[in-house]
């Protein structure tokens, strides 16, 4: 999956590798949903979210990321 993928990876780092991957590239909301577990603190997944609510393809489950 595509965590696994950056497993290895430092907390900040992972955050910072989510924000990247968001920017550049269309994901799925099953993507976004895996991509936030890496956000153990919540100023990290305030962080995340924005660019993650962007780059989702599934409209109608855009929003529930924020949840």
Same mark, same amino acid.
Request: aromatic share 12%; net charge negative.
């Given at each position: 999956?595509?965590?696994?993928? %950056? =497993?290895?990876?430092?907390?900040? +780092? ?5 924000? +990247?991957?968001?920017?550049?590239? !269309?994901?799925? &909301? ?5 991509? /936030? %577990? *890496?956000? =153990? %603190?919540?100023?990290? %997944? !305030?962080?995340?979210?924005?660019? /993650?609510? +962007? ?7 855009? &929003?529930? *990321?924020?949840?």
């Amino acid at each position: 999956m595509l965590i696994e993928r %950056y =497993k290895d990876e430092d907390q900040a +780092n992972m955050v910072e590798l989510i924000v +990247n991957l968001a920017r550049e590239h !269309a994901i799925w &909301f099953s993507q976004a949903h895996e991509s /936030l %577990y *890496v956000c =153990k %603190y919540q100023e990290q %997944y !305030a962080r995340v979210v924005p660019y /993650l609510i +962007n780059s989702i393809q599934d409209r109608h489950l855009r &929003f529930a *990321v924020a949840a």
